[in-house]
């Protein structure tokens, strides 16, 4: 083991680790070193920078939210639009990284899996830009309830694999993918979409992220000349929220508040709240963490609105965070998501995706109780557009489904 | 040590096998029935998964087979009930668990262990659980429990993790091998037979190894390679097609 390993941190207290079957060590390993040799090389940096600008339209906006601020009469609210990030999602900053990285690993294809299929869509949009073959696992439940996703992956040359096991969600493609790649080492990278799995993603998804929080700061400083006393993300598995965080968490005196999925309420499988009852410790998809799991250790069945937030672990970085008690975990359910994904889009203009919306409906709650002279960062890690056929079915049902009806009638 | 695994290896006349069940499919009665029938045909060697909702390393044949399990309700006491009861009609087949970290997790791994062996099993099987990580180095923990951590490795786990392996290994040492396939047969590949080779004169230890084996003749062929054949999935993918008959026909065919 090289001495330079050590920089890179493969825990996070208890958290963590590399909990996989012996085969994979290889890849992993190949992939750990890869990142340390490449991580703070300055040709990789800059090519990186030059795609963040250029390709992505970094740095992405910060916003200051002027009339949900007065309406909730609380502290100013700031909103970082990660929505208009290329492919409208934060998912393009980890992908691109790891795109970078498997081309100079000598890799010619990559794999994904994918939830919401915003990391699918943003891995497929790297893959044809650096011409490597792509194939995206997404559960079948997911495939169906974003369609539009599955398709723009498809018109990007990936191919779409749906998975068919267990739940037919995020975690079994998940599963799908890690195995997939088990069988196909050798010229394939799996670019996982969250800040979690075994070591190095945590920590690798969390860099590539952190972006994210890296911007804010310096926007935030240049617009208000101090930094927020609260950051809140969405947390499903995680990256958007730490990719946020991260770059404030040696600041003193801020508050850092993740949005879980509430989903229908506190009934078992009717959420994906890992922190909501009594959070319980697992080793689960090469990873220690908390996971929402029964007395025998099975993964429970996770309901959420979002896709994106439909999962049962969240990242061992956050788990650790949350038992210092600097991070704040709250349930949202999907009534408050789908409330907060109106008022944002009425009161300014924005449409958030409704994995972000769970973050706003937190910062509606946080806000009116915190004085005016204080800040908030809300991260609106996607935008609305690919969550048309759940937010319609939702708030405009019968012309909705009028539509679609004469859309297939007439279609042909 | 007093271990099934070793007494079923010592006496060894040739390749041994080792079969898979999962337990609670497709129920526990055909679970035992199963067993008993592997028994009767010379098997000595006989793994009980206990199933898990997202099962890593395994394929779909048995990852379905887990699922199924569990929509039933199968948790692992009724894993070791099942194998308590068969170990005691069975005495000379060496049981081991094979499942995925979380089981034991959940449960407490001294507590995991400790079960595993009133119920009379012999090893233990945890693909995930890591044996470099401080919680996955269970080795030295599971013999004071009487039972051989088998570990799973392939012919990618070279030194010095092969090293590291070897030092905690005991009992039987599990790899993975890789098939070309040559017109109608498979045949093993030379990288896979060379890499077994090398593990036996290393290892001093018996060598399982499993690659999908589906006929008698995968099971021929590693006659004198390996100490034990591995078969998992097409057990199961036969007692789904053609029933119990089926699988007994194969092993009769396979203790040729």
Known sequence: MSRISDMLPRHFGPYGGRYVPEMLVPALEELEQGYLKYKDDPEFTAELTDLYQNYCGRPTPLYYAENLTRELGGCKIYLKLEGLAHTGAHKINNALGQALLAKRLGKTKVIAETGAGQHGLASATVAARFGLECKVFMGEVDVRRQYPNVYAMKLLGAEVVPVTDGTRTLKDAVNATLKYWIQNLKNTHYILGSALGPFPYPVMVRDFQSVIGREARAQIMEREGRLPSHLVACVGGGSNSIGLFHPFLNDPGIRFHGAEAGGRGPAIGDNAARFGGSPKIGIVQGYKSYFLQDESGQLQNTHSVSAGLDYAGVGPELAWLYDQNIVEFSPITDVKALDAFKRMTRLEGIIPALESSHAVARAIELAPTLPKDEIMIVNISGRGDKDIFITAMELDRENWIAFLENEVRHGK | ?256
């Open chain 2, 1 to 256: 040590m007093e271990n099934n695994i070793d007494r079923a290896l010592a006496d060894a006349a040739g390749i041994q096998l080792m079969t898979h069940v999962v337990a609670g499919y497709p129920n526990l009665d055909v679970n035992a029935d199963l067993i008993r029938l592997m028994a009767l045909r010379g098997v000595k060697l006989i793994e009980i998964q206990i199933p898990f909702t997202d099962p890593l390393a395994d394929g779909p044949t048995i990852m379905r087979a887990n699922q199924a399990a569990l929509d039933q309700g199968v948790t692992p006491r009724h894993c070791f009930e099942l194998c308590a009861a068969l170990s005691r009609e069975l005495p000379e087949v060496a049981f081991l668990f094979m499942t995925y970290a979380n089981i034991p997790f959940a449960m407490g791994q001294g507590a995991f262990m400790a079960k595993a062996r009133q119920s009379g099993a012999s090893g233990l099987i945890l693909p995930d659980l890591s044996w470099d990580e401080s919680d996955g180095d269970y080795a030295g923990a599971a013999r004071e429990h009487g039972l051989h951590p088998v570990m799973v490795i392939s012919p990618d786990t070279q030194s010095p993790r092969l090293d590291a392996i070897l030092s905690r290994a005991s009992g039987l040492l599990y790899t993975t091998l890789k098939v070309g396939i040559t017109g109608a047969g498979a045949s093993l590949d030379q990288t896979g037979v060379d890499y077994v080779r090398n593990l036996k004169k290393k290892a001093g230890l018996p060598i399982a190894a499993g690659f999908g084996i589906s006929s008698p003749e995968h099971v021929r062929m590693l006659d004198g390679l390996a100490d034990v054949a591995v078969i998992g999935s097409h057990i199961i993918n036969l007692m789904d097609t053609s029933g119990l008959g089926a699988v007994d026909e194969f092993l009769a065919a396979c203790g040729e």
